[in-house]
């Protein structure tokens, strides 16, 4: 059964019956591109779907629901993109390293509206544990790189994990922003993001006597 409605601006065509859930997920994550996690409505995201406003009930409680069903999705791809590029530390840890970060960079630039809805949602995580739980499953990801990076330093060097962990982080989440805009409000940075944090990682190592 394929349904049809009149295309209007930002609308859909029509979904193929049972598709609903996904044609809201990709209508949310448009939505998200133009106008941020926090700039649409629920009744926007079913129109610019094709349904009628009461048709998202269906799937999700309110617009909250749909954008932490995004976010737990661009978490799951996210931890998986991260992983394949630790791909367990081989074949060596400092390399690998440095690819987690490029992977970090890679996705936020490819996937924005995920980002968005990952980051800068605001959810709650006492409302959405699901949401939580893969978001630390990515940041294991880096924590598990940082500590094989941690054993290569000298021992009197070696910090927590877990504040590495949140070092590295911070740095490539705050680059990642930084290259987010697209638009000329953008301070102009005469650098690639992969080379501005390759850059900060080594002066960081460095500090540790890891160089």
Request: net charge neutral; aromatic share 10%; hydrophobic share 45%.
């Amino acid at each position: 059964m394929t349904w049809h409605k009149d295309r209007g601006p930002g609308m859909r065509r029509g979904y193929h019956h049972g598709n609903l859930r996904e044609a809201l997920i990709e209508a949310a994550l448009d939505l998200i591109r133009e106008k941020g996690p926090g700039g649409f409505t629920f009744a926007e995201a079913a129109r610019a779907a094709g349904v009628s406003p009461a048709a998202p009930y269906r799937h999700f409680r309110d617009r909250d629901a749909l954008l932490a069903d995004i976010a737990k999705r661009g978490f799951e791809a996210f931890t998986r993109t991260l992983a394949a590029a630790w791909n367990e530390g081989g074949p060596d840890p400092r390399e690998a390293f440095n690819r987690v970060g490029t992977a970090y960079l890679a996705f936020a630039g490819a996937e924005p509206a995920y980002f968005s809805a990952m980051f800068e949602s605001g959810l709650s995580f006492t409302d959405y544990p699901d949401v939580r739980a893969e978001g630390e499953r990515a940041f294991a990801v880096l924590r598990e790189a940082c500590e094989a990076v941690i054993a290569t330093l000298p021992k009197d060097r070696r910090p927590p994990p877990l504040m590495m962990a949140l070092h590295i982080w911070s740095l490539s989440h705050g680059i990642a922003s930084l290259f987010a805009r697209g638009d000329r409000a953008r301070r102009p940075i005469p650098m690639r993001p992969e080379e501005l944090l390759e850059a900060a990682v080594l002066i960081y190592l460095d500090g540790l006597g890891g160089r």
